[in-house]
């Protein structure tokens, strides 16, 4: 009979509560158990006192008759200083799946295009105004001058009509 030291599920659905507990390795996960040693409460805060309680002095018993814990009953018992853990290395972890490398890839690409497209309509912009600028500058002294030409015609015609009134 091999004894493991885990986890096993009470509370209600999406409230869970765990008591970490001795059991026989080939019973069902909330079975039948040897003892309970402790409880974690994960709906509790990280830095809360409450949320992992745990008896040493049965934990040290349960592994020294050769109790195997879980994966997260040995992080309990290292954060506790009980059992050494050797941190486990995947270096794929942060790295995103392949839909995902394809969506970065794809996104990359219209952003790329999109700059470019600024690039050239800032390009054109630069280039557009400097053969306007002249242009313009005659433009807006022609029109100043037809401006005053057109004053100077209506004057004399308005001046012509008043006179003609005043005769009439």
Avoid: C
């Amino acid at each position: 009979m091999s004894i493991s030291l885990r986890l096993s599920r009470g509370g209600a659905k999406k409230r869970p509560y765990y008591r970490i507990v001795a059991a026989d390795s080939r019973r069902a996960r909330d079975g039948k158990y040897l003892e309970q040693i402790g409880t974690y409460n994960p709906m509790l805060p990280k830095d809360d006192e409450n949320r992992v309680k745990l008896d040493e002095d049965r934990a040290r018993y349960w592994l020294g008759v050769g109790a195997q814990p879980s994966d997260r009953v040995h992080r309990f018992l290292d954060a506790m200083g009980i059992l050494e853990r050797t941190p486990k290395n995947n270096p794929k972890k942060g790295e995103p799946g392949e839909a995902a490398k394809e969506r970065a890839e794809e996104k990359a690409a219209k952003e790329a295009e999109r700059k470019e497209a600024e690039e050239a309509a800032k390009a054109e912009a630069e280039a557009a105004p400097a053969e306007e600028e002249a242009p313009a500058e005659e433009g807006t002294a022609t029109e100043a001058a037809d401006t005053a030409e057109e004053a100077k015609d209506e004057a004399p015609a308005e001046e012509a009509t008043e006179e003609e009134k005043s005769e009439g």
